[in-house]
């Protein structure tokens, strides 16, 4: 019926009917075409291997010798193919972190690849990489961080210069680009060609991005510059992989103190996640988070991937709330994503592609209440199954709480609902309903706020219905709908939640029953074979625990990891006050307060003489406060005499909140430890959730 009318509607159209019903107005701020091409990307991988994959860092300090650099079997092949696998359109190279090291050979610095050993100087990564994705049809974005510790200049405008023809190095010499990313973390200690000192720059005025970003535009029309604020992407503010439940496309971006301007590193990140209804621009999120702990690859944070299942809530909440994933791959020191990380992108990819294989809602018939001007071929329902995001469902100008019913015939079990506004007519619509036709009468069964270029909406549990229906519950203006799908995720076997008592106990449990637990306790991948978990058993010497259920020997959850140290049965801190043990006491929900100024820290007596082989910082995750992001680290047999073992930063921490493991540059035997807080991100007293040790 409804390819009847398209076709008598194309009929009359040929015969040179035109209807008097014209297309909506667009509706506030608008895309740009190169904001509508990055949209459509929807998923792309920012890719940091550099120095500090040699360093072992997640920020070089920019005095790392040029000879550090030699991977001995890079592969961007690999690399590039192991993103395609997970279903990602497009990468984004770091070109040059912050430690300055340039991975193509650049006239601007002798920190760069031509000086390393790396193909005898003759070497080009981002050359490479650019091969990699033409050869495998995927988009290439270059990151060339702002902040440079290597640089002596960094600071004085002669830097500016540097950075700019950098930039122009490299907009020459790979594109075509579709992204320029330009993140924000910016000034502070630094080599800076021997100084050694902190350096502070103005974020608001330095860079003068205007200029700076002029070139990108001139040089790499179709680029979309990413940056804290835009222009053409925001940051959402986290480093955790996810937009708000509500996030709107456009932004207006505000100042974080009065007086100052918003800029790229200058920003209150937590209005990132949501955006600003009605914005001044058109402005969208990139959602940024790396698979690994950190974005550099430590071998210390092997196991400790984000499962496919954790990749694809964190989907959800980035792709499914109108944002971009970003997803951060890390490169070994050989130069090689690693297997475990290859086989988490093919899974993932993998559930993508079974979960968007079948819209059910294609075929069903659809029925609107209204549609504009009664002109179907142009504004009827056809256009929300033919995946098309620029032909669409519209309403008359008045009418704009209009009802769709998509009768499917028969029931159908699904468990994602997607929705999709042609976003070149702006976000229009505020809120939604989705009922299902149940026992006789629509049942509400779930809402949803911001649509934008993409809402995915996934139901806590399977729905059965023949008939849905849409309700669209606000908008200022009529709507201008593109997509409306149903879908169904494929069953995931619930993968066992890893827990360990103060005493050292191992529990694992799962979400619903399953056939079998398997796992080690030696950080080897567990398989069927390993050993079947009967019932909890101790650890109290720590290690990494790796676990998985199985239904059939071909049907398995993603593997869980979980890395212990030794139990703190016994430890004790000094000076024996209430406050400070909340930092040894296992509960990552309580926190010892030390001021910074008083240079004292904390001394943990842990009751034996024991080898230390790193330790570890767990902050207080749900603010920044009392973030250290400075430490030093001592030891004594006595209690008495200190030894120094090491100090350092814990690097975007505040970024990236997450457990800091700090491998000590040799291994020490000691009864005492000291934690000496050097600096917090804000205020002096630090907070210390967790304070803990790795033996092993
Ligand atoms: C941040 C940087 O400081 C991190 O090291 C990382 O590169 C991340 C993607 O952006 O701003």
Not at 75 to 100: C, E
Not at 602 to 623: C, E, M, N, Q, R
């Amino acid at each position: 019926m409804i390819k009847k009318i398209i076709l008598s509607a194309q009929l009359l159209l040929a015969a040179g009917v035109t209807y008097s019903q014209t297309a909506p107005k667009p509706y506030g701020a608008l895309p740009t075409e190169r904001q509508i091409k990055w949209q459509e990307t929807e998923m792309y991988c920012i890719v940091h291997f550099s120095m500090a994959t040699f360093d072992d860092k997640e920020w070089g300090y920019g005095d790392e010798p040029n000879s550090l650099f030699n991977p001995q079997s890079f592969n961007a092949l690999q690399i590039v193919g192991a993103a395609k696998a997970g279903g990602f359109k497009g990468i984004v190279v770091v070109a040059k972190h912050h430690d300055g090291f340039c991975l193509w050979p650049t006239k601007t610095t002798q920190h760069n690849i031509s000086q390393s050993p790396y193909k005898n100087g003759k070497g080009d990564v981002v050359e490479e990489y650019k091969e990699a994705c033409d050869k495998l049809n995927m988009k290439l974005g270059l990151y060339c961080s702002p902040w440079d510790r290597n640089n002596a200049n960094y600071g004085t405008p002669e830097y500016v210069s540097i950075y700019r023809a950098q930039l122009k190095e490299l907009y020459s010499n790979y594109g075509p680009l579709f992204m320029s990313w330009h993140d924000g973390a910016n000034g502070g200690d630094g080599y800076y060609g021997g100084a050694r000192e902190p350096r502070k720059i103005d974020r608001t005025t330095y860079y003068g991005w205007d200029t700076t970003w002029g070139i990108t535009r001139s040089m790499q029309p179709t680029a979309a510059i990413f940056g804290d604020v835009g222009p053409d992407v925001r940051w959402v503010g986290n480093e955790q992989g996810h937009a708000g439940e509500t996030s709107w496309e456009t932004y207006t971006p505000e100042a974080p103190e009065e007086g100052k301007t918003p800029a790229n590193g200058f920003v209150k990140d937590w209005l990132g996640t949501e955006g600003t209804r009605n914005g001044k621009y058109w402005m969208p999120a990139e959602c940024d988070v790396p698979l690994r702990t950190g974005w550099f690859y430590h071998q210390s944070q092997d196991g400790q991937s984000k499962s496919a299942y954790k990749l694809l809530d964190l989907y959800y909440k980035s792709v499914g709330r109108a944002a971009c994933l970003d997803l951060g791959l890390s490169p070994n020191k050989q130069g090689l994503i690693a297997p475990e990380d290859e086989q988490i992108l093919k899974e993932f990819g993998n559930i993508l592609k079974q979960t968007f294989a079948v819209n059910l809602a294609k075929g069903a018939t659809l029925t609107a209440s209204n549609v504009r001007g009664k002109n179907q071929a142009l504004y009827g329902v056809a256009h929300l199954t033919d995946n098309d995001r620029y032909s669409y469902w519209a309403t008359d100008d008045q009418i704009t709480n209009p009802q769709l019913i998509v009768d499917m015939r028969k029931p159908q079990t699904f468990n994602v609902i997607r929705l999709r506004e042609d976003i070149k007519l702006g976000q229009r619509i505020d809120g939604v309903v989705i009922d299902v036709w149940q026992n006789n009468a629509w049942q509400e069964l779930t809402i949803a706020t911001s649509i934008g270029a993409n809402r995915l909406i996934r139901l806590p549990q399977n729905v059965t219905a023949a008939k849905v229906r849409l309700r669209i519950t606000k908008s200022p203006v009529c709507i201008a709908l593109s997509d409306f799908g149903l879908f169904k995720e494929p069953a995931h076997l619930s993968a066992p939640q890893i827990t360990r008592t103060a005493k050292g106990e191992v529990i694992l449990t799962t979400e619903a029953p399953v056939g079998s637990i398997h796992y080690t306790v030696d950080g080897t991948t567990p398989g069927i074979s390993s050993p079947t978990y009967q019932h909890s058993f101790l650890l109290p010497d720590g290690g990494v625990v790796r676990a998985l259920s199985f239904e059939s020997a071909n049907q398995h959850s993603e593997i869980k990891n979980m890395q212990f140290g030794p139990v703190k049965v016994g430890w004790q801190v000094k000076p024996d006050d209430k406050n400070l043990v909340k930092a040894i006491d296992d509960n990552p929900g309580t926190y010892a307060e030390i001021p910074v100024s008083a240079g004292e820290g904390i001394v943990v007596d842990l009751g034996k003489s024991t080898s230390i082989k790193a330790f570890t910082y767990l902050p207080k995750t749900d603010h920044t406060d009392g973030m250290v992001d400075a430490y030093e680290f001592y030891y004594s047999a006595d209690g008495t005499t200190w030894l120094k073992s090491q100090s350092g930063e814990f690097a975007n921490i505040k970024s990236n909140p997450v457990m800091q493991i700090v491998k000590l540059d040799k291994p020490i035997a000691a009864r005492y430890f000291k934690f000496v807080p050097k600096h917090v991100i804000h205020g002096d007293i630090a907070e210390v959730a967790e304070l803990g040790i790795i033996t092993q």
